[in-house]
């Protein structure tokens, strides 16, 4: 069976999304104080292995981190709409730069919108 993640490329096209989501992220005033470490490569590993392992990839995720509990691990954070906004502009930016057919995009598109919605846990 063919899942979505290897339909779109593998690993490396998550890879390339994630980078330049994160190298938005990176000099982002509104959701750079929201990661707290120094250094965003562990969190950018995080989420890249997240969504592999969501989209049908390889387990890694899962087999270090345990479930993913979303909103639970995002809620010491303040993700306003304002943020979630920014987030989903970010993540534009590292769908726009893979070469997916427009229904790929769309699949990817729909459940990161719905995903940001969801982590929202702060109205302004």
Do not use: C, S
């Not at 330049?20 to 890249?48: H, I, N, Q, S, W």
């Not at 920014?86 to 730069?97: E, I, N, V, Y």
């Amino acid at each position: 069976m063919t899942t979505y993640y290897d339909e779109i490329g593998g690993f490396e096209t998550f890879r390339r999304i994630v980078a330049k989501f994160y190298e938005g992220v990176a000099t982002d005033e509104v959701l750079r104080p929201l990661y707290p470490e120094e250094d965003l490569g562990p969190a950018e590993e995080r989420f890249l292995l997240f969504l592999v392992q969501y989209w049908g990839g390889p387990t890694t995720y899962g087999d270090t981190r345990g479930h993913p509990r979303l909103r639970m691990r995002h809620a010491p954070f303040a993700v306003t709409p304002e943020a979630k906004d920014h987030w989903l502009k970010h993540f534009r930016a590292g769908l726009d730069q893979v070469a997916l057919t427009p229904e790929q995009d769309e699949k990817f598109w729909d459940y990161v919108t719905h995903a940001a919605q969801f982590m929202v846990n702060t109205l302004e």
